[in-house]
């Protein structure tokens, strides 16, 4: 069967939730990494040898931590999660259920591009506010943050287009949205329309979400 231009109207209802639930399981993913991967990734870069919070038992811990949860397939990791989700949500299945093991993929994976970020920053420049007396807390929000902006706003983008990726993945155990949609009735029913739908509509959020990023890098960097 070859696209359904009628049939795909008939399906604009659960091809609207799907993308709604879509959504809302990457703001949550989102919200939930930028909270704890970002100074999760500040700590990582100020705990290394020879800067001024070094701590080398604190950046080899969390280093194990971050690597060990990035090496593990996404698939594999929300089966792992399993009694997690359930103890947090409730439920293994649903929007709710699959943001928990997205937000547990996104904050190792954000954490890393924030510390690779901070690492671009000149180190004369935190040399200087160490000179001048600066809190940690200070060179924290006065340097190194505002210098690393444009390069961390990229990072974002990237977590939210993996955060796509993923959150179609977790249609495959039920997670509910676009990858959900694809399987139950794309792949289980052999519906070439919804198959054909459900891909054009994540490369349109794709492309979206990267000229948004993008612009927005772009509109903050100063230098």
Same mark, same amino acid.
């Given at each position: 069967?070859?696209?359904?231009?009628?049939?795909?109207?008939?399906?604009?209802?659960?091809?609207?939730?799907?993308?709604?639930?879509?959504?809302?399981?990457?703001?949550?993913?989102?919200?939930?990494?930028?909270?704890?991967?970002?100074?999760?990734?500040?700590?990582?870069?100020?705990?290394?040898?020879?800067?001024?919070?070094?701590?080398?038992?604190?950046?080899?811990?969390?280093?194990?931590?971050?690597?060990?949860?990035?090496?593990?397939?996404? $698939? @594999?990791? !929300? &089966? *792992?999660?399993?009694?997690?989700?359930?103890?947090?949500? =409730?439920?293994? %299945? +649903?929007?709710? /259920?699959?943001?928990?093991?997205?937000?547990?993929?996104?904050?190792?994976?954000?954490?890393?591009?924030?510390?690779?970020?901070?690492?671009?920053?000149?180190?004369?420049?935190?040399?200087?506010?160490?000179?001048?007396?600066?809190?940690?807390?200070?060179?924290?929000?006065?340097?190194?943050?505002?210098?690393?902006?444009?390069?961390?706003?990229?990072?974002?983008?990237?977590? $939210? @287009?993996? !955060? &796509? *990726?993923?959150?179609?993945?977790?249609?495959?155990?039920? =997670?509910?949205? %676009? +990858?959900?949609? /694809?399987?139950?009735?794309?792949?289980?029913?052999?519906?070439?329309?919804?198959?054909?739908?459900?891909?054009?509509?994540?490369?349109?959020?794709?492309?979206?979400?990267?000229?948004?990023?993008?612009?927005?890098?772009?509109?903050?960097?100063?230098?």
């Amino acid at each position: 069967m070859g696209f359904d231009f009628q049939h795909m109207i008939e399906l604009l209802p659960d091809i609207t939730l799907a993308f709604n639930q879509t959504l809302y399981m990457i703001g949550i993913a989102l919200s939930v990494s930028l909270i704890i991967g970002l100074p999760l990734g500040i700590i990582l870069f100020t705990t290394d040898r020879g800067l001024f919070l070094e701590n080398r038992f604190v950046k080899t811990t969390l280093g194990f931590i971050v690597n060990m949860v990035r090496s593990v397939p996404f $698939i @594999i990791l !929300l &089966v *792992a999660l399993i009694p997690l989700t359930k103890l947090i949500v =409730g439920s293994t %299945i +649903g929007p709710a /259920a699959a943001s928990v093991s997205l937000s547990v993929a996104a904050i190792p994976f954000f954490a890393r591009i924030v510390e690779t970020s901070l690492r671009e920053i000149d180190k004369g420049v935190i040399e200087a506010a160490v000179a001048v007396g600066a809190t940690p807390w200070m060179i924290i929000k006065d340097v190194l943050l505002p210098e690393a902006k444009s390069s961390i706003i990229q990072g974002i983008t990237l977590t $939210i @287009i993996s !955060l &796509v *990726a993923y959150s179609a993945m977790a249609g495959v155990v039920g =997670g509910g949205g %676009i +990858g959900d949609l /694809a399987i139950r009735f794309g792949y289980y029913r052999y519906d070439n329309t919804i198959m054909i739908v459900t891909v054009v509509i994540l490369i349109v959020l794709v492309q979206l979400i990267q000229l948004l990023g993008d612009w927005t890098s772009k509109a903050i960097d100063k230098r």
